[in-house]
């Protein structure tokens, strides 16, 4: 039965006539349309009225962004997650209330966000080609593919059972070996700026990466079989114990999202095998455990600055450095966390810095430091 769930899944079927969360056909099963956007998150930050900012939906509602799924998943599967998390992510302080957490839990419930949103892109004409003899989707369908591993974990999720990863090489039973198919990092932020909302959200799905920002809890996600935890994890070190400014989360997220643009071929690669035992899929990766795919030579800083001016609104020539370098307002020059300039004393403080460069992304002060760190390189 789960050998043909693997099957079912790398052939999705029609959103409008199966559950993109469980597969299921809503001819034998009773159906709801969700809210893609939880309604009590969007009552929580007033986001009832407002338009999406995501590249897949800009123009969007956030009430009118919604998916027909069955109402097992509606009201049991994911229903019994978000009780749990609601009144953490709506606490006051959510970086503390989700301390206790699980991972698994986070990664699944952005998840089901992220796939939902995949899923209804997918499943509408993109403006711009429909007079096109063959109009494309606003999630096209060249990148639909990638995408499938992210449905695959949530497949497992909606039907009770797991997913794990693993690598190229690893033994024939590595129960020992098996490890979360994502890479999930939380961050403290500082919610003082005024001037910034107390929510964000942005994704990626060409890379599969995925942000989430509620009050002082910050979290990214890659679903990538656990890639970027395992050989760059350590990067966010010099974070822990700070607060971050909303677009000092935003720069690591574009960082983070950047380097699954340089990845070895086969480290986008996956097969599938199922697991009777522990009642899971198993995702190997075709790279070896003991090998980094985060290739230098796919390194581009052009690439690198487009990211961050993308995600930070800043203009990337600003970020790009004539030493290839960028610059970042994560790390001062000693490579040690770098405040952010808020206050005019500080913004002031900051400008008189010979090694520190000031500029605005829309009406803010982002101060930065060349980065002589890069993460590829």
């Known amino acids: 039965m789960s050998l043909r769930m693997i099957s079912d899944v790398l052939k999705p079927r029609d959103v409008s006539t199966h559950c993109a969360q469980c597969g299921r056909a809503f001819a034998r099963v009773p159906s709801d349309e969700e809210h893609i956007f939880p309604k009590w998150l969007q009552h929580h930050h007033n986001l009832w009225t407002r338009r999406l900012n995501i590249p897949n939906f800009i123009g969007k509602r956030y009430d009118s962004v919604k998916l027909v799924i069955c109402q097992r998943c509606n009201n049991k599967t994911y229903g019994a997650l978000e009780t749990r998390l609601s009144p953490v992510l709506t606490d006051d302080d959510s970086f503390a209330a989700a301390a206790h957490i699980d991972a698994d839990d986070l990664a699944a419930w952005l998840g089901k966000i992220f796939w939902l949103l995949i899923r209804k892109s997918h499943s509408v004409v993109d403006f711009r080609t429909r007079d096109l003899p063959e109009p494309d989707r606003i999630v096209?369908?060249?990148v639909m593919p990638g995408t499938l591993y992210?449905?695959?974990?949530?497949?497992?999720?909606?039907?009770?059972?797991?997913?794990?990863?693993?690598?190229a090489g690893d033994p024939a039973f590595p129960e020992f070996f098996y490890a979360e198919p994502y890479s999930l990092y939380r961050f403290r932020i500082d919610p003082a700026d005024s001037r910034f909302e107390a929510f964000d959200f942005f994704d990626n799905p060409a890379i599969l990466g995925v942000g989430f920002r509620t009050g002082t809890l910050g979290v990214i996600c890659?679903?990538?079989?656990?890639?970027?935890r395992r050989f760059r994890g350590q990067m966010w070190d010099f974070l822990a114990g700070h607060a971050l400014h909303p677009v000092q989360f935003a720069e690591v997220a574009a960082r983070t999202f950047y380097d699954n643009t340089v990845l070895h071929d086969d480290a986008m690669r996956v097969t599938y095998y199922w697991n009777k035992e522990l009642n899971a899929v198993v995702s190997q990766l075709?790279?070896?455990?003991?090998?980094?795919?985060?290739?230098a030579e796919k390194h581009d800083p052009a690439r690198l600055a487009a990211f961050i001016g993308r995600h930070t609104f800043s203009d990337?020539?600003?970020?790009?450095?004539?030493?290839?370098?960028?610059?970042?307002?994560?790390?001062?020059?000693?490579?040690?966390?770098?405040?952010?300039?808020?206050?005019?004393e500080e913004i002031k403080a900051a400008r008189a810095d010979p090694d520190q460069i000031v500029f605005g992304p829309l009406d803010t002060d982002w101060r930065t430091n060349p980065d002589g760190n890069e993460s590829n390189q």
């Open 316 to 344: 990337p020539k600003q970020i790009l450095q004539a030493d290839g370098r960028t610059v970042s307002c994560l790390r001062d020059k000693n490579g040690d966390f770098l405040p952010f300039a808020v206050t005019e």
């Open 222 to 228: 890659l679903f990538d079989g656990g890639l970027h």
């Open 150 to 167: 992210l449905g695959m974990i949530q497949r497992a999720f909606a039907t009770n059972k797991g997913m794990v990863s693993c690598y």
């Open 140 to 142: 096209p369908n060249d």
């Open 286 to 295: 075709h790279t070896r455990r003991n090998f980094d795919p985060y290739l």
